[in-house]
């Protein structure tokens, strides 16, 4: 298909409304879902929700297989497959569905800072416990992303520092609002809780991690604050029936 096809195609798409059936899949449960899998498909489903877009999760063994690009969450809406958050963002805000709309130039450019923050940070840090720490199992791809980046010769410790340094970060910015942009939350906000509120309720080869989270009791109160407002309130109000399931446990 041509670009002009397929612009043409993603404008019809746009038009549509969203679907009561769309789905975000992401690899199972336990054992198959890597610890910063999960923390990218719980910031998507908290976008989602944020949005008020109803989605359906489903878990899949080759969940990464069915994915285009490879990567998850992806999500099915229509005849559209898209993956990953920033993808999704442009897909629901070409739909008409924005968090960041009231965001000027200036606050728009530090969410975007922020945001590259967590996946230089926080994301990078997932990665090394999954792969590269001597207690988890090796993969050469990742371990060559930890040598682009400058990850593959740090320690575990300076992994923790980092995380630490990123923590700090996000707290000084949240300060005592709800949110990082005062009272509505944007995508930044659904980014840093999907990453945030899995490494505290994974267990991992031990506790450092959420430890040096839970450092930030800001950030601990603002995750609880999305986990009940968009996820306790919403699974009551029926939202989404398998919700509870797809997030995992809770922090209160």
């Known amino acids: 298909m041509s670009l002009a096809a397929e612009a043409f195609v993603s404008q019809i798409a746009a038009a549509e409304p969203w679907p009561e059936n769309a789905t975000l899949y992401q690899p199972l449960k336990e054992d198959q879902i890597l610890l910063s899998d999960c923390a990218s498909s719980l910031a998507v489903q908290a976008y989602l929700r944020m949005c008020g877009l109803p989605v359906q999760v489903r878990c899949r063994a080759n969940a990464e297989y069915m ?133 505290l309720t994974t267990r991992l080869t031990n506790d450092e991690l959420a430890d040096r989270i839970k450092a930030y009791s800001n950030l601990l109160a603002f995750c609880r604050r999305i986990e009940q407002s968009y996820f306790d309130e919403q699974d009551k109000d029926g939202q989404s029936g398998s919700s509870r399931f797809s997030k995992g446990p809770s922090l209160i």
């Open 67 to 199: 994915s285009p690009s490879g990567k998850v969450p992806f999500i099915h809406v229509g005849n559209q497959v898209i993956s990953e958050l920033g993808p999704i963002v442009q897909f629901t805000k070409a739909k008409g569905h924005s968090l960041s709309d009231g965001l000027d130039d200036v606050q728009r450019a530090e969410m975007k800072a922020y945001m590259e923050l967590v996946n230089n940070m926080l994301l990078t840090a997932e990665l090394y416990i999954q792969w590269c720490d001597d207690n988890t199992a090796a993969e050469w791809e990742i371990r060559r992303k930890m040598s682009a980046v400058g990850w593959a010769g740090k320690s575990l410790e300076q992994v923790y520092e980092d995380v630490s340094q990123c923590c700090q970060a996000l707290s000084q910015r949240l300060g005592t609002q709800p949110y990082f942009f005062n009272k509505q939350p944007t995508e930044l906000d659904a980014l840093v809780f999907g990453h945030i509120f899995t490494i």
